[in-house]
């Protein structure tokens, strides 16, 4: 008896393997793929950025010196500032709308498909034609789209993106209009998900409708809000072509962004070390962020 | 079923591999041709017969299909005296987003543009190739004026040749001049002497016509450049290098601080800007003037193209003034040269051909025949696309090339030589050339781009502390990066 049983046993055993061995080949590919360009790169850069080049050519070792010349560089306070300043505004103006737009999407019972493509239609543009658009938009003086719509109504030009501090809260509206539609969607399919059961119960012992979104839906959509946030925190921490095209990081730095800070270093500079070093700096910040988000809303779940 | 499934990773695998192996490939067989040539580089002689690919960046771009013309011309006549070279247009427009991956993949062109900020750093790079032993050899390397080639070397090794030198002067949209009626009888723009009757100028053309004076850059580093040339006039001066080679940032002087005031009161004293000066590039500039939105605009000889083919401005409607002079008549002109550059990976042969193009274009320091025919070709090119053709800045200074050179332009004029005089009077005079900032001129003009970015948004601006601020970061970063 025993003996029959443990023959089963390797043969379940055996065959376990076998099919792990298919399936390790089936990932074999990507993970092939993933060392190529995810973790040389990302290996590469870390060794990189403790290097002095000439041009992409690394030198020689100079261990933190290129951390230490960010920490110096006069634009490098504006830029960590500017960065956490747009997480707060994207955070107050863009994480709610979204949220707002789907319970309202759901909600709505005539010309559904319309709302919901008319939400969704800033998202098909290209991105770099939407700032650039915005960009007329927000034109100061009496050529800017908006200030040609004020003067209609008798309102003296605004001059919108040259106030300092101004920039960042209209950027940021910019990227919500052009965002806010397909997360909307995603909050809508989650909403839609819900059993409807939970409502009916609801309505029956007299929940009004702001009661139902507190206690049902709410309730329902906070895991997904839960990532849809830090995806948005994790997004915007690399907020790059907005402020490039709209202001190039001015007025005198009101806006310049952390990645943007990376891309002059590239891009302008030619001194990649630096750039990779950034680089590694945005890393351990947005890890740190996650990490720490993730550890305070695990407690709040349970 | 599994046998099907292995199966299938094994030939995504191979094909996986295998596409990596053949993105290799080339690479290394790159290689292999670089060290062969040089190899027979240094055997010498029967190199000439050799087959040689000159990839032109300098190529014009499809849509200057008149310039391309002229470019097919030339190298009918470079086929003729050089039947071994193959020419390959290669358009390329350098930009700093594209510039280092071609680079570093070996894919840059044997020759091409850049812009007169780069030299220094693809110098830095070790992007570009040495030529100093190549134009040693013919003869060339006395043959560049000597204010530009400092801007091509590094350690006395050269390493481009100027396409064309420029010295700073002020544009005239000479059509807002006359509606505004600041013309002579002679239908020659009033243009303004200091940078107070600059002021008052623009003001009277924005109450005149309602468009721009002035316009005046704040996006990006170009806004730096130009304000150093006011500061000049204003008598200050921006870097200094003390005996010991180190460089001292002087940006919160009283001189610059009051260029600085200047500019300030041209957008709120004046208000003679265009709407948004911290959206205006070099680029955006030319349209401003080109398209009659501004009536004045700091520019280069080089560049008289610009306004009137790329923006529509007609040829007899343009003006190149000197620049106004400061208040106590100080008055310079920020020049410099654009430059060709070699791709460092292209091999002797394959530059002499490139330079050997250049002599049939008229822009190398020979006065050949061939030569004056292809200065001959360009100013037709250039009558026919309505570019002023005018006096070149000498970027090359043998007296044989000069001469070929005034011939050709007096020959081909096409404007009326009273729009452009002033400017050249003005640039013969000693000490009115003035070579940009020493140290680290981009870390300089970003700083100064900040604080123009910050008086012209704010009316209350700070300009004292501003510049302090500046002077600070700037003399922060020449420590860093230079004076080590």
């Known amino acids: 008896m025993d003996e029959t049983r443990e023959k089963k046993m390797t043969i379940k055993r055996t065959s376990k393997y076998k099919s792990d061995i298919a399936g390790w080949l089936i990932i074999l590919p990507s993970i092939i793929l993933f060392a190529f360009f995810v973790w040389e790169p990302l290996i590469e850069s870390i060794r990189l950025s403790l290097y002095s080049a000439k041009g992409m050519q690394t030198i020689e070792f100079v261990g933190f010196d290129n951390y230490a010349k960010i920490f110096n560089h006069p634009d490098f306070a504006a830029a960590l500032r500017n960065t956490f300043i747009y997480i707060v505004w994207s955070l107050v103006i863009g994480f709610f709308v979204p949220i707002f737009l789907g319970v309202l999407l759901t909600e709505t019972v005539h010309l559904k498909g319309f709302f919901r493509f008319g939400i969704y239609f800033p998202n098909i543009m290209p991105g770099i034609a939407t700032v650039m658009m915005w960009g007329y938009f927000f034109r100061p003086g009496p050529t800017g789209v908006l200030n040609i719509l004020l003067e209609k109504i008798g309102i003296e030009p605004q001059v919108w993106l040259t106030n300092p501090s101004w920039t960042i809260p209209l950027i940021i509206l910019t990227m919500t209009w052009k965002g806010a539609g397909s997360t909307a969607l995603i909050y809508m399919a989650n909403i839609s998900g819900i059993n409807p059961e939970l409502y009916e119960a609801a309505t029956i012992d007299g929940a009004s409708i702001l009661k139902r979104v507190r206690h049902i839906t709410m309730p329902s959509i906070f895991s997904l809000g839960k990532t849809l946030l830090i995806l948005q925190v994790i997004a915007v921490f690399q907020i790059l072509y907005e402020p490039l095209i709209m202001t190039n990081g001015g007025p005198n730095n009101a806006s310049i962004s952390i990645m943007q800070l990376v891309y002059n270093y590239a891009f302008r500079d030619f001194n990649y070390p630096m750039a990779a070093a950034l680089s590694v700096m945005i890393c351990l910040v947005l890890v740190v962020l996650s990490g720490t988000y993730f550890k305070i809303t695990k407690e709040k779940e349970y | ?484």
């Not at chain 2, 390397?141 to 350690?155: G, T």
């Not at chain 2, 990976?345 to 002499?352: H, V, Y």
């Open chain 2, 1 to 484: 079923m599994k046998k099907i499934c292995i199966l299938m990773c094994f030939v995504l695998m191979i094909s996986l591999l295998s596409g990596c192996g053949k993105k290799e490939e080339p690479a290394t067989n790159d290689g292999a041709v670089t060290e062969e040539n040089t190899n027979t580089e240094a055997e010498g002689t029967d190199a000439a017969a050799e087959k040689v690919t000159l990839k032109l960046g300098i190529w014009p771009e499809d849509t200057l299909t008149d310039d391309i013309k002229l470019h097919e011309g030339y190298v009918k006549t470079f086929n003729a005296a050089h039947p071994n070279v193959e020419v390959v247009p290669a358009y390329y427009k350098y930009a700093t987003d594209t510039f280092v991956s071609l680079a570093e993949s070996g894919n840059l062109p044997t020759i091409f543009e850049s812009w007169y900020t780069e030299p220094q750093k693809l110098i830095n790079g070790g992007f570009v190739a040495d030529i100093t032993d190549i134009l040693e050899e013919r003869g060339w390397l006395d043959a560049i004026n000597p204010s530009i080639s400092d801007l091509l070397s590094k350690d006395g090794r050269i390493y481009g040749i100027p396409r064309d030198g420029y010295a700073l002067g002020l544009m005239l949209n000479v059509e807002l001049f006359e509606e505004a009626g600041l013309v002579d009888d002679n239908g020659v723009p009033k243009y303004p002497k200091t940078w107070t009757e600059l002021a008052e100028t623009a003001k009277a053309i924005k109450d005149a016509t309602g468009q721009a004076g002035i316009c005046l850059l704040a996006k990006d580093n170009a806004g730096g450049w130009h304000f150093s040339n006011i500061a000049w006039a204003f008598g200050a001066t921006l870097t200094e290098q003390g005996t010991d080679g180190k460089f001292t940032a002087n940006v919160d002087s009283k001189e610059a601080i009051a260029a600085m005031e200047y500019v300030k009161s041209l957008k709120w004293e004046y208000d003679v800007l265009t709407p948004d000066p911290t959206n205006e590039d070099w680029g955006t500039g030319f349209v401003n003037l080109g398209t009659g939105t501004a009536a004045m605009y700091i520019a280069a000889n080089d560049a008289v193209n610009q306004p009137t083919q790329v923006n529509g401005l007609p040829v007899d409607k343009l003006s190149l003034v000197p620049l106004p002079a400061g208040p106590d008549g100080q008055q310079y002109s920020l020049s410099g040269g654009t430059p060709y550059m070699f791709s460092k990976d292209a091999t002797k042969e394959e530059i002499e051909a490139a330079l050997d193009y250049l002599e049939i274009m008229g822009k190398a320091p020979v006065a050949t025949e061939d030569a004056i025919a292809g200065m001959k070709a360009d100013n037709q090119n250039k009558i026919n696309n309505g570019v002023p053709v005018i006096p070149r800045f000498p970027c090359w200074i043998n007296e044989d090339l000069l001469a070929a050179e005034k011939a050709v332009t007096d020959e081909f004029n096409n404007v009326d030589m009273k729009l452009y005089n002033d400017y050249y009077e003005a640039i013969k005079k000693e000490g009115n050339l003035r070579l940009e900032e020493v140290g680290s001129a981009q870390d300089l003009y970003a700083e100064l781009t900040k604080v123009l970015q910050a008086v012209i948004t704010d009316k209350n601006a700070n300009v004292p502390a501003l510049m302090k601020q500046a002077d600070e970061n700037y003399q922060k970063l020449l420590d860093t990066n230079v004076n080590k």
